[in-house]
């Protein structure tokens, strides 16, 4: 008797546990920072200073052969005379955080259907090639 108690027991000592369902941690939302996201910060930056009319801002944003075209001067000329151009300023603002697709070398964002920033990085870093 004793050796068939100490067999049942062994028995139910042998068989593992039912595993306890384990519920996952919902995963926390990724905040990304400028510093951690240099493309977004530039057109962020970008946004910022055409709405405030810091044109040497934006000029400092602009790509090589942009800054090889255009003054600060020219730009806050062409800027107020483009009836659309805060308009688009506003679009390009709405749509700042639309996912930024591209490479190592160049990169763009779409702000209206058809329409797009394009960026390319430089020595200096990411700056604004075009906007479309």
């Known amino acids: 008797m004793r050796w068939g ?3 049942v027991l062994l028995a139910g000592c042998a068989t593992p546990p039912k595993p306890v369902p384990v519920k996952p941690e919902p995963r926390p939302v990724p905040v ?3 510093a951690v996201d240099p493309l977004r ?10 709405e405030a009319r810091r044109f040497d801002e934006v ?3 602009l790509a090589r052969p942009l800054r090889d075209r255009y ?3 020219q730009l806050e000329r062409d800027f107020a005379a483009d009836p659309l151009a805060a308009a688009r300023i506003a679009q390009l603002k709405l749509k700042a955080n639309a996912p930024i697709v591209g490479s190592d070398e160049s990169a763009s964002l ?3 259907v058809g329409r797009s920033l394009h960026l390319v990085h430089e020595a200096q870093g990411w ?5 479309e």
Request: glycine fraction near 0%.
């Open 5 to 7: 108690l100490a067999l």
């Open 32 to 34: 990304v920072s400028p």
């Open 41 to 50: 910060a530039v057109v962020q930056s970008f946004v910022a200073a055409s």
């Open 59 to 61: 000029y400092a944003l």
């Open 71 to 73: 003054s600060v001067k």
């Open 110 to 112: 779409e702000w209206a």
């Open 127 to 131: 700056r604004i090639a075009a906007i």
